[in-house]
């Protein structure tokens, strides 16, 4: 059982698009009558927006918020606070004015609103980092805490990207560090975790379209929660450090969170594996530290400490000084081993991360797809290279065993022996699962003004005998008659000449010819051409719905799934016409059965269509006793596009 105390740190949130015309209201609930606005360089418009929102109720403005919150910043603006006799403090802008607007409230006790437009998530922590003598230190107060945070979506629309992708991994680190702090619960892991998935969800978003309001939306809510989280559990490894470079090396802040995290995941991954094993998934991918830092790089943010400016003589200094107080931390803490930490982020090498079957398995997806980067034909390539990753990606997601994968070579290897130039148990394995029909579907439904397409299936004979208009194909067998007279036009309903149709069928005992031992030659299957008018005719018999075949593979899979072997009853057709597209499709019966369950997914609503009952005289002067059916059709090829 899990033992845990939990302490909530109150705040009031005003959170929304538009929600800084609330401002007034926000400083009135709080007695306010006197404010002084908080800002910083850069921040100019956002403080005009923020000062038109609060009208006469500001009195004195700071414009000088620094990095790192220096102590001297924050005398010349408690000198602007006490000179004005402000009797509430409003800030506006990232880390540095919520830092100045939190050391002015520790040593005055007023009241804090604070206006982020960075996702830097401290505003709803009662900790303050400041930085004297080029050393920087944190203190923990209620007092430092703000009263009520007003998060502006729109305020942070026009944050730059690459503010934004360091802004918002800042907010991350907040949130890792709280799931493997001491102080760690049930409520911040949630809160930790949900704030790690949706920044690293809104980051690509984002670099797609800096202007995506919903990722804008979906960065603040997500720096909000490892803000609190930050608030609640202590820090450890990561924000020392920061902190260490930052107020000993004057390093900007958010871009050093950055750089340093996925090597403080890797540092701490040996002796905090579940944690590690979480946030993977929080960020969806394999290895949490190579993840987070292929992430940043993938986005264009800074991946070493010495774009940032760090000089290497100083690493030494820096990993000595963030062991020299000890802290919380899931790895016992050396200089050796925080100054290869150091050594690591200054040069910017990818993070290993310890080995996993994840990892390892994404290295073996890797290694087989770059085998087909020289392949001369670029579609084969990203044939291939696609097919691997689903296959590699299934493997894993299913947990597929060697016996299993075993059966599956056995099943595809007797599915092999058993196909033959009039079995394709292939094709058969094909429909059944859906393939076919998919492959149709991506293929022929960018023509919606043609007739629909279907399957092939597996009983198609290339070369099928030629037919006369008017001739009985089914050469005598038993059924009931049927009358075809169907039209081949383009899709304006243009009759097209000399169209080539093959058409082929089951007889009425659900058999094709190919399955029938003791048939000599080719029955229920033709090829006709249509006349000036683009039609054809020919007799036939009412196809039957029918089993496909069970004695083999396939059938075996169906019947361990519990899945019937039926087919709809239907006659299939493949239409070519010169300067056309071919046309492969199949009209069905529409009283016939098995409609809403074709064992192949091969029924489409267009191809359902009437065999209407007739009587009395038929077509060509043929004599029937009894009923025979009728089937008028006009199939719409489409053109072929150059």
Known sequence: MRTFVHTSHPARVVFGSGT?????????????????????????????????????????????????????????????????????????????????????????????????????????????????????????????????????????????????????????????EALYSPDADPVTDRQALDAISRIARALPRLAADPADHEARADLLQGAWLAGTCLATVGMALHHKLCHTLGGGFDLPHAETHTVILPHVLAYNAPTAPDVLRRIAEALDVPDAASGLYDLVASLGGPTSLRELGMPESGLAEAAEAAVATPYPNPRELTVEGVEELLTDAWNGRRPKGPPTTATVLAQLTEQVVASFAQAPDARLRDLLSGLVRHLHAFVAEEDVTEAEWAYAIDHLTRTGQLSSPTRQEFVLLSDVLGISSAVDLLTNSRTPETTPSAVLGPFYVEGPPEAEHGSDISDGLPGTPLWVDVTI????????????????????????????????????????????????????????????????????????????????????????????????????????SHLDSDTVFGVKDPLIVHFAPQSGPAPEGREVDGEWRRLEHTFHIARMVD
Request: hydrophobic letters at 40%; one cysteine or more.
């Open 20 to 176: 800084v015309d609330r401002l007034a209201e926000e400083v009135r609930r709080l007695d306010g009558k006197r404010v002084l606005l908080v800002s910083g360089p850069g921040l100019e418009d956002a403080a005009l927006r923020v000062r038109d929102a609060l009208g006469d109720l500001v009195i004195a403005e700071f414009d000088g918020a620094a990095m790192h919150t220096p102590v001297e910043v924050t005398e010349r603006a408690l000198t602007v606070l006490r000179e004005a006799d402000a009797d509430c403090l409003v800030s506006v802008g990232g880390g540095s004015t919520t830092g100045l607007s939190k050391a002015l409230a520790l040593r005055t006790d007023l009241p804090q609103v604070v206006v982020p437009t960075t996702y830097a998530g401290s505003e709803v922590t009662p900790v303050l980092g400041e930085t004297r003598d080029g050393r920087k230190t944190t203190q923990a107060s209620p007092a430092i805490l703000p009263e009520t945070v007003v998060y502006d979506v729109d305020l942070t629309l026009s944050l730059p990207l690459a503010m934004s992708v360091t802004s918002g991994v800042n907010a991350m680190a907040h949130a890792v």
């Open 489 to 592: 036009a383009d899709t304006s309903g243009e009759p097209l000449k000399d169209a080539v149709v093959d058409v082929w069928q089951a007889d009425e005992d659900g058999f094709y010819d190919v399955q029938l031992p003791d048939q000599e030659g080719p029955v229920l299957r033709g090829r006709l051409r249509t006349d000036a008018n683009g039609r054809i005719t020919f007799w036939s018999i009412l196809p039957s719905h029918y089993p496909i075949p069970g004695d083999g593979p396939v059938g075996q899979m169906l019947d361990a799934v519990g899945r019937h072997h039926y087919r709809a009853p239907h006659v299939h057709f493949m239409i070519s016409a010169p300067g056309h597209r071919r046309l492969i499709t199949q009209l069905f019966v529409a009283d016939g």
